[in-house]
């Protein structure tokens, strides 16, 4: 079983298997999030200084930060690159 790395901007990348949620950066409940997550040491930044555009939740309770918007995030984790926005919306 291979291990498949998905890149979340600027050179840094998660093993697609662990990401349980990729979420929009702007609602004041992922904001809560992403501090409670800072308070217990499970954020990890990888937006390089840059606006938070989406949020990745990942299977052990991390918040990874990412200055890429979701919905192209989303396409990355597709072998085709093809998903769209309104399948996504329908799934959550």
Known sequence: ???????VGFGNSVVSRRVVAIISAGAAPIKRLRD???EEKRLIDATQGRRTRSVLITD???VIL????SETIAQRFSPEGNIPFRE?????
């Open 36 to 38: 409670e997550a800072r």
């Open 60 to 62: 052990s309770n991390h």
């Open 88 to 92: 996504l919306e329908e799934s959550s």
């Open 66 to 69: 990412s200055a890429v918007q």
């Open 1 to 7: 079983m291979s291990v498949k790395l998905v890149n």
